[in-house]
């Protein structure tokens, strides 16, 4: 549940898990994970962490206008909500991608406006190009853009208050559906428009859909509303959580037997790895939204100072590794070649990549976020009085 500044301060936590495994995901070649079957399957569910991204954004964005739907009140100023996204995602991504085009992606300046446009995603030979990384922030800049329209839609058909909760499930078990069969369609259309938008939102909306399922059980629980067995079991046991989790990876590096920088065997397995992950993350945020308070290894974890501080320079983690690793490679003794495997990699590689993720947050994303008092957002139960203060180093 959320502190009294309305933020739900574990999910810094939870991002710098997603954050690290997708860097351990990278580093893992060059640290000898392909010199055994089971390192290499186990690294190569290390990308499971944009999954994990996905639900977070998904619940943290569509909460405040799911508790202003359920409340009644006018919903969050898009405006205000518009200038929020600009400055958290598009200086620090315009200043990665312009270091990125330098040192190894020149195909950015050639191309400037699909690039910088968060458009690399809608043409097939250009999806991986640029910051590599950057087609899943070009997906939730898509899902920045679908959300406050999907409320203002939700808001417009309700008929009354009796019937918010009812409509709020409803959609977004509708959003699911369609991602689901949305991604089936795609992964085995021979058509090339429908292909290539398996890596756009509708192929994952499924995962948005989970994230704001879990902000609608939220916003009911902020209504006072009797808490169910699901919650008060999440409640006592967030270990089993974790635990299920686990699980989800297990099944997807040994039953669909996912391999390394390469897709499945056939679409069902595809499939079936798309959804797993989307049980993985949600097993690991489940305790970050209804376990905050209380005791236990999951909770001290992420309530750990340091895992919170990854968090906060999480989003800079992620835009800088790739230029970060291709840095190291170039310009220190480390084995540059996958071949060449060394364990140095693994405190050298992490640390370059945290280093660059501290300095994107010092030095471009947080002078940028003070901005945002230009925009002032419409008052909420949603959000606090205070909570701008107590929130200066929200994260993607």
């Known amino acids: 549940m959320p502190n009294r500044s309305g933020r739900f301060t574990l999910m810094d936590s939870l991002r710098a898990i997603a954050a690290l495994s997708v860097v351990a995901y990278h580093v893992a070649p060059y640290a000898g994970a392909f010199r055994n079957s089971i390192t290499s399957a186990i690294s190569a569910q290390l990308s499971s ?9 998904g619940f943290l964005l569509y909460r405040p206008f799911v508790i202003a739907h359920g409340a009644g009140e006018p919903l969050p100023s898009v405006r205000a909500y518009a200038w929020r996204r600009f400055l ?5 991504y315009w200043a990665a991608l312009t270091v990125t ?4 992606a020149p195909e950015v300046f050639d191309r400037p406006l699909l690039f910088y446009g968060f458009a690399q995603i809608y043409d097939a030979g250009s ?18 853009v679908f959300l406050p329209f999907w409320a203002i839609a939700l808001r417009g058909v309700t008929r009354g208050r009796g019937s918010v909760w009812r409509v709020e499930a409803l959609g977004v078990a509708g959003l699911f559906g369609l991602g689901v069969v949305w991604r089936a369609i795609a992964l085995g259309s021979h058509n090339s428009t429908l292909n290539t938008s398996v890596n756009t939102l509708p192929a994952f909306m499924a995962w948005f859909a989970i994230g704001m399922a879990l902000a609608v059980m939220s916003a009911r629980l902020a209504e006072g509303l009797p808490r169910p ?22 099944v997807n590096a040994w039953v669909w037997d996912r391999p390394y920088l390469g897709g499945a065997t056939s679409d069902l397995e595809q499939m079936g790895i798309h959804l797993t992950e989307a049980v993985c993350a949600l097993g690991l945020m489940l305790p970050g939204v209804f376990a905050e308070s209380g005791r236990g290894a999951v909770r001290a974890l992420l309530a750990w100072p340091v895992l919170l ?11 800088w590794q790739s230029a970060a690793i291709q840095g190291l490679k170039d310009l220190t003794p480390l084995p540059g070649d996958i071949g060449d495997p060394s364990l140095w990699w693994i405190p ?29 957002r419409r008052p909420s139960r949603a959000i606090p009085a205070g909570a701008d203060a107590a929130a200066a180093h929200v994260a993607r």
């Open 49 to 57: 962490g944009v999954a994990l991204f996905f639900l977070i954004s």
């Open 88 to 92: 958290r995602i598009v200086p620090a």
């Open 101 to 104: 085009g330098i040192l190894i």
């Open 127 to 144: 999806v991986f190009d640029g910051i590599p990384l950057a087609w899943t922030l070009c997906i939730e800049v898509s899902f920045y």
């Open 229 to 250: 067995a699901f919650v008060r079991f999440v409640e006592r046991a967030p270990g089993a959580c974790w635990a299920v989790a686990a699980a989800a990876l297990a």
């Open 309 to 319: 501080w990854l968090g906060m320079v999480s989003y800079g983690i992620y835009l």
């Open 348 to 376: 050298f590689g992490f640390a370059g990549c945290i280093a660059a993720g501290a300095l994107s947050w010092y030095v471009i994303e947080r002078p940028f976020m003070l901005m945002r008092r230009l925009v002032p």
